[in-house]
Protein backbone atom coordinates (compact mmCIF):
# COMPACT_ATOMS: atom_id res chain seq x y z
CA UNK A 1 0.00 0.00 0.00
CA UNK A 2 0.98 3.70 -0.59
CA UNK A 3 1.94 5.45 2.15
CA UNK A 4 1.04 9.20 1.71
CA UNK A 5 4.75 9.57 4.00
CA UNK A 6 6.91 7.57 1.01
CA UNK A 7 5.38 9.95 -1.29
CA UNK A 8 6.59 13.22 1.24
CA UNK A 9 9.90 11.89 1.48
CA UNK A 10 10.65 10.81 -2.50
CA UNK A 11 8.81 14.54 -3.45
CA UNK A 12 12.62 16.01 -2.86
CA UNK A 13 12.93 19.70 -4.61
CA UNK A 14 15.25 19.87 -7.49
CA UNK A 15 17.31 22.93 -8.63
CA UNK A 16 15.45 24.73 -11.06
CA UNK A 17 18.35 24.59 -13.67
CA UNK A 18 18.78 28.12 -15.27
CA UNK A 19 18.42 28.25 -19.30
CA UNK A 20 22.21 27.45 -20.41
CA UNK A 21 22.36 24.71 -17.46
CA UNK A 22 18.82 23.63 -19.30
CA UNK A 23 20.16 24.21 -23.11
CA UNK A 24 23.78 22.29 -22.34
CA UNK A 25 22.16 18.86 -20.47
CA UNK A 26 20.05 18.81 -23.50
CA UNK A 27 22.85 19.23 -26.31
CA UNK A 28 24.96 16.85 -24.08
CA UNK A 29 22.86 14.36 -23.94
CA UNK A 30 22.40 14.69 -27.70
CA UNK A 31 26.15 14.48 -28.11
CA UNK A 32 25.95 10.94 -26.24
CA UNK A 33 22.90 10.07 -28.65
CA UNK A 34 20.18 10.77 -26.21
CA UNK A 35 17.34 12.77 -27.36
CA UNK A 36 14.01 14.16 -25.39
CA UNK A 37 10.69 12.84 -26.47
CA UNK A 38 9.31 15.82 -25.49
CA UNK A 39 9.32 18.41 -28.33
CA UNK A 40 10.42 21.75 -27.41
CA UNK A 41 8.15 23.95 -29.79
CA UNK A 42 4.79 24.15 -28.23
CA UNK A 43 2.50 23.25 -31.52
CA UNK A 44 4.78 20.41 -31.85
CA UNK A 45 4.37 19.14 -28.59
CA UNK A 46 0.54 19.17 -28.91
CA UNK A 47 0.95 16.94 -31.71
CA UNK A 48 2.96 14.55 -30.33
CA UNK A 49 0.53 14.39 -27.30
CA UNK A 50 -2.87 14.11 -30.04
CA UNK A 51 -0.61 10.95 -30.73
CA UNK A 52 -0.97 9.06 -27.54
CA UNK A 53 -4.22 10.66 -26.33
CA UNK A 54 -7.67 9.43 -27.16
CA UNK A 55 -9.71 11.21 -29.82
CA UNK A 56 -12.23 12.30 -27.02
CA UNK A 57 -9.61 13.31 -24.33
CA UNK A 58 -7.34 15.19 -26.74
CA UNK A 59 -10.70 17.04 -27.77
CA UNK A 60 -11.59 17.80 -24.25
CA UNK A 61 -7.92 19.33 -23.77
CA UNK A 62 -6.99 20.97 -27.40
CA UNK A 63 -10.69 22.25 -27.46
CA UNK A 64 -12.03 26.19 -26.95
CA UNK A 65 -15.36 27.32 -27.26
CA UNK A 66 -17.31 27.95 -30.46
CA UNK A 67 -15.14 28.67 -33.71
CA UNK A 68 -12.09 29.14 -30.82
CA UNK A 69 -10.97 32.27 -32.00
CA UNK A 70 -10.70 33.56 -28.42
CA UNK A 71 -8.07 30.21 -28.32
CA UNK A 72 -6.37 32.15 -31.47
CA UNK A 73 -6.59 35.65 -30.48
CA UNK A 74 -4.69 34.45 -27.58
CA UNK A 75 -1.83 33.17 -29.36
CA UNK A 76 -2.42 36.40 -31.99
CA UNK A 77 -2.30 38.77 -28.99
CA UNK A 78 1.35 37.28 -27.58
CA UNK A 79 2.57 36.75 -31.39
CA UNK A 80 1.94 40.78 -32.65
CA UNK A 81 3.66 42.63 -29.64
CA UNK A 82 7.21 42.75 -30.12
CA UNK A 83 10.18 42.41 -27.68
CA UNK A 84 12.88 45.59 -28.13
CA UNK A 85 15.96 44.25 -26.47
CA UNK A 86 18.54 46.49 -24.84
CA UNK A 87 22.43 45.23 -24.77
CA UNK A 88 25.24 45.73 -22.85
CA UNK A 89 23.40 45.85 -19.46
CA UNK A 90 25.41 42.96 -17.54
CA UNK A 91 22.89 40.00 -17.80
CA UNK A 92 25.32 37.41 -16.19
CA UNK A 93 23.49 37.03 -13.32
CA UNK A 94 19.50 36.87 -13.44
CA UNK A 95 17.22 37.35 -10.81
CA UNK A 96 13.53 36.12 -11.42
CA UNK A 97 12.08 35.43 -8.28
CA UNK A 98 9.95 36.89 -6.54
CA UNK A 99 7.53 36.99 -3.13
CA UNK A 100 3.65 36.15 -3.68
CA UNK A 101 1.46 35.62 -1.13
CA UNK A 102 4.05 35.53 1.59
CA UNK A 103 5.78 32.62 -0.35
CA UNK A 104 9.17 32.84 -2.03
CA UNK A 105 8.51 31.40 -5.82
CA UNK A 106 11.61 30.80 -8.31
CA UNK A 107 10.35 31.91 -10.97
CA UNK A 108 6.93 33.92 -12.06
CA UNK A 109 5.12 30.70 -13.05
CA UNK A 110 2.50 28.37 -11.58
CA UNK A 111 0.54 25.51 -13.11
CA UNK A 112 -3.13 26.77 -13.83
CA UNK A 113 -5.87 24.26 -12.62
CA UNK A 114 -6.79 21.78 -15.23
CA UNK A 115 -9.63 19.14 -14.59
CA UNK A 116 -10.08 15.34 -15.38
CA UNK A 117 -6.16 15.14 -15.63
CA UNK A 118 -6.57 11.48 -16.24
CA UNK A 119 -7.61 12.17 -19.98
CA UNK A 120 -4.17 12.89 -20.06
CA UNK A 121 -1.92 10.22 -18.12
CA UNK A 122 -3.23 7.77 -15.08
CA UNK A 123 -1.30 9.58 -12.89
CA UNK A 124 -3.28 12.59 -13.38
CA UNK A 125 -2.64 15.21 -10.61
CA UNK A 126 -0.26 13.30 -8.53
CA UNK A 127 2.09 13.78 -11.40
CA UNK A 128 1.33 16.92 -12.16
CA UNK A 129 1.86 18.04 -8.94
CA UNK A 130 4.84 16.39 -8.36
CA UNK A 131 6.44 17.62 -11.31
CA UNK A 132 5.46 21.35 -10.24
CA UNK A 133 6.65 20.30 -6.65
CA UNK A 134 10.13 19.27 -7.61
CA UNK A 135 10.62 22.61 -9.49
CA UNK A 136 9.21 24.46 -6.54
CA UNK A 137 6.15 26.65 -8.77
CA UNK A 138 2.60 26.42 -7.01
CA UNK A 139 0.23 23.74 -8.29
CA UNK A 140 -3.43 24.83 -8.22
CA UNK A 141 -6.12 22.17 -7.62
CA UNK A 142 -8.33 22.08 -9.60
CA UNK A 143 -12.06 21.47 -8.57
CA UNK A 144 -12.69 19.10 -11.25
CA UNK A 145 -9.28 16.99 -10.55
CA UNK A 146 -8.95 12.89 -11.16
CA UNK A 147 -7.56 12.68 -7.37
CA UNK A 148 -8.59 13.82 -4.24
CA UNK A 149 -6.70 16.92 -3.16
CA UNK A 150 -5.53 14.98 0.12
CA UNK A 151 -3.63 12.33 -1.98
CA UNK A 152 -2.05 15.15 -4.03
CA UNK A 153 -1.24 17.00 -1.75
CA UNK A 154 0.89 14.15 0.10
CA UNK A 155 2.47 13.48 -2.85
CA UNK A 156 4.39 16.87 -2.77
CA UNK A 157 6.04 17.49 0.60
CA UNK A 158 5.84 21.18 1.65
CA UNK A 159 5.92 22.62 -1.94
CA UNK A 160 3.64 25.25 -2.96
CA UNK A 161 -0.09 24.41 -3.66
CA UNK A 162 -3.34 26.57 -3.72
CA UNK A 163 -7.23 25.24 -4.36
CA UNK A 164 -9.32 26.20 -7.68
CA UNK A 165 -13.21 26.67 -6.37
CA UNK A 166 -15.74 26.43 -8.48
CA UNK A 167 -18.91 27.96 -6.35
CA UNK A 168 -21.10 25.07 -5.72
CA UNK A 169 -24.91 25.79 -5.34
CA UNK A 170 -24.74 23.78 -2.27
CA UNK A 171 -22.83 26.60 0.22
CA UNK A 172 -22.22 23.53 2.38
CA UNK A 173 -20.16 21.80 -0.28
CA UNK A 174 -18.18 25.16 -0.54
CA UNK A 175 -17.55 25.27 2.94
CA UNK A 176 -16.32 21.54 2.69
CA UNK A 177 -13.57 22.14 -0.22
CA UNK A 178 -12.07 25.23 1.74
CA UNK A 179 -11.54 23.53 4.52
CA UNK A 180 -10.20 20.72 3.22
CA UNK A 181 -7.78 22.85 0.80
CA UNK A 182 -6.71 24.38 4.26
CA UNK A 183 -5.94 20.88 5.41
CA UNK A 184 -3.96 20.43 2.76
CA UNK A 185 -1.85 22.95 2.98
CA UNK A 186 -3.19 25.11 0.23
CA UNK A 187 -1.88 29.05 0.32
CA UNK A 188 -4.41 29.99 -1.38
CA UNK A 189 -8.14 29.55 -3.27
CA UNK A 190 -8.39 30.68 -6.16
CA UNK A 191 -12.34 31.05 -7.43
CA UNK A 192 -13.16 30.97 -11.13
CA UNK A 193 -15.34 33.06 -12.15
CA UNK A 194 -16.03 32.52 -16.26
CA UNK A 195 -17.42 29.13 -15.78
CA UNK A 196 -20.84 29.22 -13.79
CA UNK A 197 -22.38 27.70 -17.13
CA UNK A 198 -20.56 25.60 -19.63
CA UNK A 199 -19.07 26.94 -22.55
CA UNK A 200 -20.15 25.76 -26.08
CA UNK A 201 -17.25 23.51 -27.02
CA UNK A 202 -17.68 22.44 -30.71
CA UNK A 203 -15.33 19.54 -30.07
CA UNK A 204 -16.63 17.64 -27.07
CA UNK A 205 -20.21 18.29 -28.82
CA UNK A 206 -19.29 16.62 -32.09
CA UNK A 207 -18.08 13.69 -30.27
CA UNK A 208 -21.27 13.45 -27.31
CA UNK A 209 -17.91 13.62 -24.82
CA UNK A 210 -18.29 15.15 -21.49
CA UNK A 211 -15.91 13.58 -18.94
CA UNK A 212 -17.91 14.56 -16.21
CA UNK A 213 -20.70 12.28 -17.38
CA UNK A 214 -18.42 9.17 -17.38
CA UNK A 215 -17.24 10.03 -13.70
CA UNK A 216 -14.04 11.24 -14.52
CA UNK A 217 -12.39 14.69 -12.92
CA UNK A 218 -14.70 14.17 -9.90
CA UNK A 219 -12.47 12.91 -7.31
CA UNK A 220 -12.73 16.12 -5.35
CA UNK A 221 -16.43 15.33 -5.03
CA UNK A 222 -16.92 11.76 -3.94
CA UNK A 223 -14.10 12.00 -1.56
CA UNK A 224 -15.77 14.41 0.33
CA UNK A 225 -18.14 13.92 3.13
CA UNK A 226 -21.21 16.75 2.38
CA UNK A 227 -21.06 15.08 -1.17
CA UNK A 228 -21.13 11.79 -0.44
CA UNK A 229 -24.26 12.85 1.81
CA UNK A 230 -25.88 14.74 -0.89
CA UNK A 231 -25.83 11.57 -3.59
CA UNK A 232 -27.77 9.77 -0.55
CA UNK A 233 -30.41 12.16 0.35
CA UNK A 234 -30.86 12.70 -3.25
CA UNK A 235 -30.81 9.45 -4.86
CA UNK A 236 -31.41 9.52 -8.79
CA UNK A 237 -34.28 9.62 -10.80
CA UNK A 238 -34.77 6.62 -13.15
CA UNK A 239 -34.80 6.74 -16.70
CA UNK A 240 -37.83 4.66 -17.96
CA UNK A 241 -36.14 4.25 -21.21
CA UNK A 242 -34.65 0.70 -22.29
CA UNK A 243 -30.72 1.30 -22.01
CA UNK A 244 -28.90 1.02 -25.66
CA UNK A 245 -25.67 -0.99 -25.82
CA UNK A 246 -23.52 2.45 -25.46
CA UNK A 247 -25.49 3.24 -22.08
CA UNK A 248 -24.45 0.01 -20.67
CA UNK A 249 -20.64 0.74 -21.45
CA UNK A 250 -21.15 4.01 -20.29
CA UNK A 251 -22.32 2.99 -17.16
CA UNK A 252 -19.51 0.39 -16.76
CA UNK A 253 -17.38 2.93 -17.39
CA UNK A 254 -18.84 5.08 -14.98
CA UNK A 255 -18.84 2.17 -12.23
CA UNK A 256 -15.35 1.78 -12.63
CA UNK A 257 -14.54 5.35 -11.87
CA UNK A 258 -17.27 6.00 -9.11
CA UNK A 259 -16.57 4.08 -6.42
CA UNK A 260 -18.56 3.77 -2.95
CA UNK A 261 -21.53 5.72 -4.22
CA UNK A 262 -24.24 4.79 -6.64
CA UNK A 263 -22.72 6.10 -9.89
CA UNK A 264 -25.51 7.51 -11.52
CA UNK A 265 -26.49 9.35 -8.24
CA UNK A 266 -23.29 10.88 -8.06
CA UNK A 267 -23.19 12.24 -11.66
CA UNK A 268 -26.43 13.84 -11.19
CA UNK A 269 -25.85 15.29 -8.04
CA UNK A 270 -22.49 16.79 -9.53
CA UNK A 271 -24.35 18.21 -12.97
CA UNK A 272 -26.96 19.85 -10.33
CA UNK A 273 -24.94 21.21 -8.11
CA UNK A 274 -21.21 21.67 -9.22
CA UNK A 275 -21.77 25.70 -10.42
CA UNK A 276 -23.97 28.27 -9.29
CA UNK A 277 -25.00 30.62 -12.52
CA UNK A 278 -26.70 33.10 -10.07
CA UNK A 279 -23.99 33.92 -8.14
CA UNK A 280 -23.09 37.80 -7.61
CA UNK A 281 -20.60 39.78 -5.58
CA UNK A 282 -23.04 39.74 -2.54
CA UNK A 283 -22.22 35.70 -2.24
CA UNK A 284 -18.61 36.06 -3.33
CA UNK A 285 -17.71 37.75 0.01
CA UNK A 286 -18.82 35.67 2.30
CA UNK A 287 -16.01 33.54 1.45
CA UNK A 288 -14.36 35.62 4.10
CA UNK A 289 -16.47 33.73 6.73
CA UNK A 290 -14.73 30.38 5.88
CA UNK A 291 -10.93 31.38 5.36
CA UNK A 292 -8.39 33.47 6.03
CA UNK A 293 -6.22 32.34 3.45
CA UNK A 294 -5.47 34.72 0.31
CA UNK A 295 -8.92 34.98 -1.92
CA UNK A 296 -8.08 35.24 -6.04
CA UNK A 297 -10.82 35.83 -8.24
CA UNK A 298 -9.87 34.30 -11.80
CA UNK A 299 -11.18 35.18 -15.35
CA UNK A 300 -11.54 39.03 -14.89
CA UNK A 301 -11.03 40.30 -18.02
CA UNK A 302 -13.26 44.28 -17.58
CA UNK A 303 -11.13 46.73 -15.59
CA UNK A 304 -14.34 47.79 -14.10
CA UNK A 305 -14.72 43.84 -11.99
CA UNK A 306 -10.70 44.18 -11.69
CA UNK A 307 -11.77 47.86 -9.37
CA UNK A 308 -14.28 45.85 -7.86
CA UNK A 309 -12.50 43.24 -7.08
CA UNK A 310 -10.14 45.02 -4.84
CA UNK A 311 -12.93 47.14 -3.25
CA UNK A 312 -14.54 44.09 -2.46
CA UNK A 313 -11.05 43.19 -0.52
CA UNK A 314 -10.03 40.47 -2.58
CA UNK A 315 -6.22 39.69 -2.50
CA UNK A 316 -5.51 38.68 -6.14
CA UNK A 317 -6.58 38.85 -9.68
CA UNK A 318 -5.88 36.31 -12.46
CA UNK A 319 -7.09 37.70 -16.39
CA UNK A 320 -7.91 34.67 -17.82
CA UNK A 321 -10.65 34.07 -20.49
CA UNK A 322 -10.57 30.21 -19.72
CA UNK A 323 -7.68 29.01 -21.97
CA UNK A 324 -10.39 30.13 -24.89
CA UNK A 325 -12.48 27.39 -23.44
CA UNK A 326 -15.60 29.77 -22.34
CA UNK A 327 -16.88 32.87 -24.28
CA UNK A 328 -16.02 32.83 -28.20
CA UNK A 329 -15.35 35.58 -28.33
CA UNK A 330 -13.83 37.10 -25.39
CA UNK A 331 -10.54 39.62 -25.18
CA UNK A 332 -7.20 38.00 -25.72
CA UNK A 333 -5.89 37.99 -22.20
CA UNK A 334 -2.66 40.23 -23.00
CA UNK A 335 -5.05 42.92 -24.47
CA UNK A 336 -7.19 42.77 -21.68
CA UNK A 337 -4.30 43.16 -19.18
CA UNK A 338 -2.89 46.47 -19.44
CA UNK A 339 -6.38 48.39 -18.54
CA UNK A 340 -6.59 45.89 -15.71
CA UNK A 341 -3.22 46.54 -14.34
CA UNK A 342 -3.88 50.38 -14.66
CA UNK A 343 -7.10 49.51 -12.36
CA UNK A 344 -5.74 47.87 -9.97
CA UNK A 345 -2.45 50.24 -9.58
CA UNK A 346 -0.61 48.08 -7.44
CA UNK A 347 -2.99 47.00 -4.95
CA UNK A 348 -3.04 43.63 -5.29
CA UNK A 349 -0.88 40.88 -7.72
CA UNK A 350 -2.83 40.97 -10.92
CA UNK A 351 -1.60 36.77 -12.92
CA UNK A 352 -2.25 36.35 -16.41
CA UNK A 353 -3.50 32.80 -17.89
CA UNK A 354 -4.63 31.71 -20.86
CA UNK A 355 -1.82 31.47 -24.31
CA UNK A 356 1.26 31.04 -22.38
CA UNK A 357 3.26 28.74 -24.88
CA UNK A 358 6.73 30.73 -24.83
CA UNK A 359 9.33 31.65 -21.97
CA UNK A 360 8.93 35.07 -25.06
CA UNK A 361 5.43 35.23 -23.90
CA UNK A 362 5.83 35.27 -20.18
CA UNK A 363 8.29 38.37 -20.46
CA UNK A 364 5.86 39.44 -22.51
CA UNK A 365 2.98 39.66 -19.80
CA UNK A 366 5.15 41.00 -17.03
CA UNK A 367 6.12 43.79 -19.10
CA UNK A 368 2.59 44.86 -19.34
CA UNK A 369 2.64 44.65 -15.58
CA UNK A 370 1.74 40.50 -14.48
CA UNK A 371 3.03 39.38 -11.43
CA UNK A 372 3.25 36.13 -13.01
CA UNK A 373 2.02 33.87 -15.44
CA UNK A 374 -0.04 30.36 -15.14
CA UNK A 375 0.60 27.74 -17.84
CA UNK A 376 -1.93 25.04 -18.87
CA UNK A 377 -1.93 23.26 -21.84
CA UNK A 378 1.48 22.59 -22.54
CA UNK A 379 2.25 20.90 -19.54
CA UNK A 380 -0.98 18.56 -20.13
CA UNK A 381 0.48 17.29 -23.36
CA UNK A 382 4.09 16.78 -21.33
CA UNK A 383 1.93 14.94 -19.07
CA UNK A 384 0.44 13.36 -21.69
CA UNK A 385 3.56 12.38 -23.46
CA UNK A 386 5.74 11.36 -20.71
CA UNK A 387 3.82 11.00 -17.39
CA UNK A 388 5.22 13.09 -14.08
CA UNK A 389 8.94 13.76 -16.23
CA UNK A 390 7.39 15.22 -19.42
CA UNK A 391 4.87 17.37 -17.50
CA UNK A 392 8.62 18.42 -15.31
CA UNK A 393 10.50 18.20 -18.87
CA UNK A 394 8.18 20.67 -20.32
CA UNK A 395 7.80 23.21 -17.41
CA UNK A 396 12.15 22.85 -17.32
CA UNK A 397 12.37 24.10 -20.39
CA UNK A 398 9.25 26.87 -20.57
CA UNK A 399 11.58 28.15 -17.06
CA UNK A 400 15.21 28.08 -19.27
CA UNK A 401 13.46 29.69 -22.00
CA UNK A 402 12.23 32.87 -20.11
CA UNK A 403 15.63 32.55 -17.86
CA UNK A 404 17.05 33.14 -21.70
CA UNK A 405 14.72 35.43 -22.97
CA UNK A 406 15.19 37.60 -19.83
CA UNK A 407 18.79 37.62 -20.49
CA UNK A 408 18.85 38.27 -24.13
CA UNK A 409 16.38 41.40 -23.80
CA UNK A 410 18.79 43.12 -21.59
CA UNK A 411 17.17 42.38 -17.98
CA UNK A 412 18.71 40.69 -14.66
CA UNK A 413 15.68 40.77 -13.02
CA UNK A 414 11.57 41.27 -12.82
CA UNK A 415 12.08 44.90 -12.28
CA UNK A 416 13.88 45.61 -15.16
CA UNK A 417 10.92 43.29 -17.10
CA UNK A 418 8.45 45.81 -15.67
CA UNK A 419 10.26 48.73 -16.83
CA UNK A 420 10.60 47.74 -20.53
CA UNK A 421 8.26 49.79 -22.72
CA UNK A 422 5.99 47.72 -25.07
CA UNK A 423 3.27 48.23 -26.91
CA UNK A 424 0.02 46.68 -28.31
CA UNK A 425 -0.45 46.96 -32.33
CA UNK A 426 -3.40 50.02 -32.19
CA UNK A 427 -5.11 47.43 -34.81
CA UNK A 428 -4.80 44.21 -32.43
CA UNK A 429 -6.51 45.81 -29.47
CA UNK A 430 -10.12 45.35 -30.32
CA UNK A 431 -12.39 47.67 -28.13
CA UNK A 432 -14.31 46.05 -25.36
CA UNK A 433 -17.96 45.80 -25.06
CA UNK A 434 -18.55 48.77 -22.86
CA UNK A 435 -22.17 48.44 -20.51
CA UNK A 436 -23.31 49.43 -17.01
CA UNK A 437 -23.10 46.75 -14.61
CA UNK A 438 -25.09 48.31 -12.68
CA UNK A 439 -27.86 45.68 -10.70
CA UNK A 440 -25.70 42.79 -11.96
C1 LIG B 1 -13.22 23.04 -16.88
O1 LIG B 1 -12.68 23.76 -16.11
C2 LIG B 1 -12.95 23.03 -18.27
O2 LIG B 1 -12.38 23.99 -18.78
O3 LIG B 1 -13.31 22.05 -18.91
Avoid at 179 to 190: K, L, M, P, S
Avoid at 332 to 347: F, N, W, Y
Avoid at 358 to 387: C, E
Wanted: proline content about 5%; glycine content about 8%.
Amino acid sequence: MRRPNDRLRRAKIVCVSAGRERQAEVFLSGATGRRTRIPFDAARLEERAQTVMSAEAFAYVAGGAGAEETMRANRRAFERVSIVPRTLRDVSRRDSSLELFGRRLPRPFLLAPIGVLELAHRDADVAAARAAASLGLPAIFSSQASRPMEEVAAAMGEAPRWFQLYWSTVDELVESFVARAERCGCEAIVITLDTTLLGWRARDLELGYLPFLRGRGLAQYTSDPVFQRLVRERGRTASAERPTLAALLTLLELRRNVRGLDPRAAVQTFTEIYSRSSLRWDDLVSIRDLTRLPIILKGILHPDDARRAVEAGFDGIVVSNHGGRQLDGAIATLHALPAIVEEVAGRVPVLLDSGIRTGGDALKALAFGATAVLVGRPYVYGLAVGGEAGAREVLQNLLAEFDLALGLSGCASLADVRDMKLTIPERSNPATTSYSDEGR
